[in-house]
């Protein structure tokens, strides 16, 4: 009779030697297509040596390693020689692998799948081997774990790096005007701008205060300022991991893991820093007598409030449920006292998020006979809500976001989903109906917020406005590990397989984020920026001293004296207008017509226009028809393109003095 057990080891060599060679097939495939055509022209390129040798590398370690792992002793003494230093060379090795995919002109090469694939499977396998600690072992499970959490860290990290440049003009959509906004807090002195009066900048002030802190010093770059955002977009994340995972920090490796695979797995919306801010001050609270805890909670809904008013909850929620749902919380020794917490810190955040502003303002305003009529915070977000379209096909695959907001939740999210509550069923997660009713109620409510908001017109490209579900989860998951649910997890694979599967791709899934993908950002050369801003400069020259300058776009110019200093005109600035555009807010375009009409503008420098309606079938066509509609008529009604660089992003405007010949096109009229 067939036994599995006794041929189960020879079935799994079959199975491994069976996707080699189907592996083989792949790269056979994306080989030819890559070099059989320069082989035609009768040059044998060197870039196929070098994918020949790697692909031949990591078939034959798997091989070796799978019917003679004997072959290995050696190595593994020499391994057992390093110590402490093989941490050391695996990241490393990992940098290495990062540079080359996200700094060098070889990603291209290896831009097939299977070739990219066993490259970063090659990389993958040699830190696995190197975090494995027992002897007798080529590598083991969970150092194969480990070796995917730090390679897609320094991965993540390396790839947030490649922003970091002196390059003038921005780099994505709202990039220049971003810097511009983060400088106008603390660097108000960069802009010839009336003293009296209040620089406006289209951004909450929670961004603001925080991305805007090197514009305290003077002389700051453009590059040091890209550094600083980099950086909120990484570290910032590791440290919340620390402080929910902070019971395992009595495992020192473990705990350090645990923040960085925090940073993966928040890295899939991206968040924003300051509700990650907020989180820690929510988190933080298990620490604090109560009345220090309120008062941290209320000043965190405050916060959040100036931040993101959909944040607005956030934060007495998360403490409230930390404080009802953790396992020995911190002096609570009866079920009243844990209630009191809870209750506590949800009413904190209440009056920080409803009340606190109010009652400053009436305070303010007490002795001067002033009334203060205004709506709450709930009411202002529902409004911020409702005055833009939804775009419900947005959940599903569609030209804006291919995989769709709803599946690539799922494959982000739903491994460590699964892992919740598969083991706090069979590990008899200790909760009551009505600490489960706090925490699953809570992430839900979370996650319709963040699918209504992910729909609004503008959005729906990633998951970043599933911000705070994605952080519950998070904190689902440090409180589970607490209460001894993910006990298994430091046992060998063989006794829970499935549950080791779910880890695996909870895992895996943030950390190769982009890894298959990722190429070197490609920047139009150093002449050609050159080039360009000699343009703007010369243009400006010419516009005169008594001529009025808006810049639409590429405010950071203006920031980082890339241009001369000329008095700003802080109106009309490209993201609140395309956000007004897709509110289709008539009134806030009347004064901007009468102004183009009038020629009030001696030039406008603004990205690249045009008259070209897509619909929905397009990348944000949407917002492109409404930016069409809004913006580009007017502006092109009334003034005519003199200089376009399509390649960075930029076009001059001046005054067109014949009517604009554009068939269909009625020009708006002040």
Not at 536 to 564: C, H, K, M, W, Y
Not at 637 to 666: A, H, M, N, S
Request: glycine share 8%; charged share 15%.
């Amino acid at each position: 009779m067939f036994s599995f057990r006794k041929y189960s080891r020879l079935i799994l060599r079959v199975m491994i030697t069976l996707l080699m060679i189907g592996l083989a097939v792949g790269l056979y495939g994306d080989m030819r297509d890559r070099f059989l055509p320069i082989i035609q022209k009768g040059t044998l390129p060197r870039s196929l040596f070098v994918s020949l040798v790697i692909c031949l590398a990591f078939i034959g370690l798997v091989m070796v390693q799978t019917w003679q792992p004997r072959a290995f002793s050696f190595l593994n003494r020499l391994r057992g020689a390093l110590g402490w230093l093989r941490w050391g060379v695996a990241l490393a090795i990992g940098a290495f692998t990062s540079w080359f995919f996200l700094f060098t002109k070889w990603s291209e090469v290896f831009s097939g799948f299977y070739l990219r694939l066993v490259f970063l499977l090659l990389t993958l396998w040699v830190m696995a081997w190197l975090a494995t600690r027992a002897r007798h072992e080529v590598m083991n499970w969970h150092a194969f774990l480990v070796a995917g959490t730090l390679f897609g860290s320094v991965f993540t990290i390396a790839n947030a790096l490649t922003g970091v440049v002196g390059y003038p003009f921005g780099i994505f959509w709202s990039e220049g005007n971003r810097m511009w906004d983060y400088s106008v807090l603390y660097g108000r002195r960069l802009y010839d701008y009336p003293l009296d009066q209040v620089i406006p900048a289209y951004i909450d002030l929670g961004r603001q205060s925080l991305w805007g802190l090197p514009f305290l010093f003077s002389g700051v770059t453009i590059t040091t300022v890209r550094l600083w955002s980099a950086f909120l977009f990484t570290i910032p994340y590791v440290f919340l991991g620390w402080f929910v995972f902070y019971k395992m920090k009595d495992h020192l490796g473990l705990w350090l893991l645990a923040g960085l695979w925090t940073m993966l797995f928040l890295n899939q919306g991206p968040i924003y820093t300051p509700l990650v801010w907020i989180a820690i001050l929510a988190i933080a609270t298990r620490w604090m007598p109560l009345w220090l805890g309120a008062l941290v909670v209320i000043l965190a809904s405050y916060y959040a409030i100036f931040s993101r008013s959909t944040w607005m909850f956030a934060p007495g929620i998360w403490a409230a449920v930390i404080a009802f749902v953790e396992a020995n919380p911190k002096g609570v020794r009866t079920t009243f006292q844990r209630w009191l917490r809870a209750v506590v810190f949800g009413l904190a955040g209440l009056f920080g998020s409803n009340f606190l502003q109010p009652l400053i303002a009436y305070i303010k305003n007490l002795g001067q006979g002033v009334v203060i009529r205004g709506t709450t915070q709930i009411g202002a977000t529902m409004g911020a809500i409702d005055r833009q379209p939804l775009l419900w096909d947005r959940l599903l695959p569609n030209p804006t976001y291919p995989t769709g907001v709803l599946f690539a939740l799922l494959t982000a999210a739903g491994p460590l989903i699964l892992l919740l509550i598969i083991c706090g069923i069979r590990w008899r997660w200790r909760l009551n109906l009505w600490q489960k009713l706090a925490l699953w109620g809570s992430s839900l409510a979370f996650l319709v917020v963040g699918v209504i908001v992910s729909v609004k017109i503008g959005g729906g490209n990633n998951l970043h406005n599933l911000d705070m579900f994605l952080i519950s989860l998070v904190f689902a998951a440090g409180l589970a590990w607490e209460a001894g649910v993910f006990s298994w997890a430091l046992k060998p694979f063989r006794y829970t397989p499935f549950l080791h599967f779910l880890l695996f791709l909870a895992l895996f899934v943030p950390a190769s984020q982009n890894m298959m993908t990722a190429l070197p950002r490609n920047f139009p050369p150093q002449e050609r920026a050159d080039e360009a801003l000699s343009v703007i400069r010369e243009a400006i020259s010419n516009a005169g001293p008594s001529g009025q300058i808006l810049f639409i776009d590429q405010r950071q110019l203006l920031t980082f004296g890339f241009v001369p200093r000329i008095p700003l005109i802080p109106e009309y600035e490209k993201k609140r207008m395309m956000d007004e555009a897709m509110a289709e807010n008539a009134a806030y375009f009347a004064p901007f017509i009468r102004d183009l009409s009038s020629h009030r503008f001696s030039l406008i420098i603004s990205e690249p226009l045009w008259i070209k309606f897509q619909g929905g079938d397009y990348h944000f066509g949407n917002e492109n028809d409404a930016w069409v509609k809004w913006v580009s008529i007017p502006v092109l009604c009334y003034y005519q393109p003199v200089e376009t660089f399509l390649d960075i992003g930029v076009q001059l405007l001046v005054p067109r003095w014949e009517p604009l010949k554009e068939p269909g096109v009625v020009c708006p009229m002040p």
